[in-house]
């Protein structure tokens, strides 16, 4: 859950295919997809034998939905928009608004290849994936009487903007060209939170001159990832105001404002954040790339906190970085800018008062940066707007162009549906209820490296810990979760692992996406999750996760709710939900993009905050290579973050929260509230923009009031070599601290 709270200052802060022993031996191993080029995608294809144990239909509920089986057409001609929306909402699920949130009705919402008319927006509901075919990706058009806010709209008023977690939309074409030049038509508007994620998605608006589309709105939330977007023509690509967001690999082409952080014509228009992170950034003959509220002093007027982009390409545009008015030192407005290549792009950052601050031209801009500066251990900072000594990246992070790398989510599109199999198929129930341990591990010792491991929907319950082999793929649907309980988790002084990827030392591809790693309480021995396998070498990003969480409590199932932890039940016992939610070992490599490892602070099934305990977020002993993108680490009692011996990271942007309950209990590895991030004789570190938060104390919020919620956030020992660009906090006394010794 998020709250309002006034900024506290911003700072730049510079400081000096191969199968393991447990695999399976595969007489026709899946090295490559076997679909042809005309074949269907695998998902419209396979057996949908997903269930919701907990939804109030039971079994008779429906997780995975075809919009043609409900009446859609996609011929371009007949207005589908009451048959996609009755796709999303059948079933009772949560949303229509007389439900907020829950954990109990998940969906798939399938589109197959073709165009789909809509007069009035799609809505999604909670806990739901749009999904297009990934091999020919359908277009979703609004009618030229189209009416409402977006095609597709993610809150139409029925959220808590701050918890409207787990939606995702991947595989689509928007496409508003048939709306008025004139008229405001918006492909996209995307006020979410956590969970949520944006994939392969074109959005296509007018490009007549003085047109008044946008590609995505986005108006407030706590998010959140999106990436692999393409733009093209409107006024805005993406006018968008949140607390955080990371987005990577986006493409702006022929619109005014491609990022527009404020009213103005922009590719990008920022309206407020506390903090951004771009990653990877190509924008095509537009007129100005990203523009940006600076705001005034008030949390009402607090404008954009701040912005960082890394590994830029802009050709052709008169004004790269535009800002509303100038900074002066304010903590108001920090921008950071990382590799840069501008291509006949006169202004690079400039101010609407017509100022420029950086002139442009056809160059690359190495490091340049708006904001206090500290170095060292020093506590006096300086106001700078200007170019600074660029940080060494590893080159293990790097790609073939010296970019920061990235990958997509795998969507196994060339894949033909034999070479998938479904856990359910081979035994194992995911009621709920039923011990999966032996069906799961059998599957993976079967299977591993052979096919594509699939989770149809459904809470498979272990006991024991789960080893996934290194060369393994696994696919779940609708964030399929695996629910360690028993007695192998409950000793905190013999912490075991419920999920073990790859086994220590151990070399090769594994790819998991849309799974979520949860326990049921109590679990204070539980390691949700332990992350061994590196990748193979010249298989950068081989090793990786993408749209899958690690949640503690707060669901039905897990026993760690509001009616067995209500906020008095202090350092319960029965409420421990693990030790610790990720560990990443010293000779692992790891690609994580869009992970939330979150300790629930509510029930969402119910909506009260709840008290449970989870020890420890994110530790990482790796030697790198480590991405960490678009990642968040929230209410962990010790640490939300911590690297230990670690080397070669690269996380941006992270996001975290102290446990509302704190200081009481005291943590014991802090002042007074956990570490949002602990680095520790560690190199080579660098955090790419950070949003550390504190909102309470005793699940009071006075604290707001005078700005120390927390005593302090960050430790960095002298050791360690690490850079931190853009970090935000919210209510800590002290952003960075240097302990010498600190114990974990």
């Not at 439900?99 to 789909?116: K, L, R």
């Not at 955090?687 to 009071?700: E, H, K, T």
């Amino acid at each position: 859950m998020r709250f309002s709270a006034s900024l506290a200052p911003f700072l730049v802060l510079g400081l000096a295919v191969l199968v393991d022993a447990l695999g399976s031996s595969c007489s026709a191993p899946v090295t490559s997809g076997t679909a042809a080029p005309g074949d269907p995608f695998w998902m419209s294809q396979i057996a949908h034998q997903g269930s919701a144990p907990y939804a109030p239909g039971g079994s008779s509920y429906q997780v995975f939905r075809n919009v043609k089986d409900f009446g859609a057409k996609g011929d371009g001609v007949t207005d589908d928009t009451n048959a996609i929306n009755a796709a999303i909402s059948s079933g009772g699920r949560c949303g229509g608004g007389s439900c907020d949130q829950s954990s109990v009705t998940p969906a798939t919402v399938y589109f197959p290849p073709g165009t789909y008319l809509v007069s009035s927006p799609v809505v999604s509901y909670y806990y739901t994936q749009l999904i297009g075919d990934a091999k020919n990706l359908p277009t979703i058009a609004a009618t030229a009487n189209f009416a409402g806010i977006a095609i597709i709209d993610s809150d139409p008023g029925w959220y808590v903007n701050q918890n409207n977690f787990y939606h995702t939309i991947r595989n689509f074409k928007l496409d508003t060209t048939r709306i008025p030049a004139s008229s405001s038509g918006t492909g996209l508007h995307w006020q979410v939170s956590q969970a949520t994620s944006l994939h392969n998605i074109i959005f296509q608006m007018s490009t007549a001159s003085g047109n008044a589309h946008q590609g995505i709105w986005m108006e407030n939330g706590s998010g959140g990832f999106m990436g692999d977007l393409v733009f093209n023509g409107g006024k805005f690509g993406m006018w968008v105001g949140n607390q955080q967001f990371t987005v990577r690999n986006i493409t702006i082409n022929n619109a005014a404002t491609g990022v527009s952080l404020r009213s103005s014509d922009a590719d990008v228009y920022m309206n407020w954040n506390w903090g951004w992170t771009f990653q990877g950034v190509t924008i095509n003959n537009c007129q100005v790339g990203f523009d940006y509220n600076t705001g005034g002093t008030t949390q009402d007027q607090q404008g954009v906190g701040g912005e960082s982009i890394i590994d830029a390409v802009v050709t052709n545009t008169p004004i790269f970085v535009r800002s509303l008015q100038p900074s002066n030192g304010s903590q108001h407005g920090v921008l950071v800018l990382n590799n840069i290549r501008l291509n006949n792009v006169p202004i690079a950052v400039g101010v609407n008062n017509g100022a420029t601050l950086v002139a442009g031209g056809t160059k690359t801009i190495d490091s340049w940066v708006q904001g206090n500066v500290y170095k060292g251990t020093s506590a006096s900072g300086s106001f700078v707007q200007a170019s600074v000594s660029s940080i060494s990246k590893a080159g293990s992070l790097l790609d073939s162009a010296g970019r920061i790398f990235g990958k997509g989510h795998p969507q196994y599109e060339g894949y033909a549906p034999s070479q998938f199999v479904s856990v359910k198929s081979q035994g194992a129930k995911g009621d709920g209820n039923t011990d999966d341990t032996a069906a799961i591990q059998a599957v993976f010792d079967k299977f591993s490296g052979c096919k594509i491991i699939y989770f149809d929907q459904g809470v498979y319950v272990v006991t024991g810990t789960i080893t996934i082999p290194a060369g393994t793929q696994v696919v779940g649907e609708a964030w399929a979760t695996i629910l360690g309980t028993g007695s192998a988790f409950t000793d905190y002084n013999n912490p075991k692992p419920v999920i073990r990827a790859g086994t220590a030392g151990s070399t090769g591809v594994l790819e998991i996406t849309d799974m979520i790693f949860s326990t049921r309480g109590p679990a204070a021995g539980a390691v949700v999750v332990e992350w061994n396998v590196h990748d193979p070498s010249g298989q950068q990003g081989a090793a990786g996760t993408w749209d899958t969480h690690i949640i503690l409590g707060g669901r039905t199932g897990t026993n760690l709710q509001a009616s067995q932890c209500p906020t008095s039940s202090v350092n319960s016992n029965s409420c421990f939900s693990a030790f610790m939610g990720l560990h990443i070992t010293s000779s692992a490599s790891a690609y994580l993009e869009g992970l939330w490892v979150w300790t629930a602070d509510h029930d969402l099934d119910s909506g009260p905050q709840i008290n449970i305990y989870t020890g420890r977020g994110i530790m990482s002993e790796s030697q790198g290579p480590v991405w960490l993108v678009g990642t968040a680490s929230e209410h962990n009692v010790m640490y939300q973050y911590y690297l230990v011996g670690a080397a070669n990271h690269y996380m941006g942007l992270i996001q975290t929260e102290t446990p509302y309950y704190q200081p009481n209990p005291v943590p014991g590895s802090g002042p007074n509230a956990s570490w949002g991030l602990v680095v520790s004789s560690s190199s080579n570190i660098l955090v790419f923009g950070a949003g550390l938060y504190s909102f309470f104390q005793n699940y009071n919020q006075n604290c707001l009031a005078t700005f120390n919620c927390q005593q302090q956030n960050v430790n960095i020992d002298s050791s360690s070599s690490v850079a931190i660009y853009m970090l935000s906090t919210v209510s800590v006394e002290y952003m960075v601290s240097s302990l010498a010794m600190w114990t974990h």
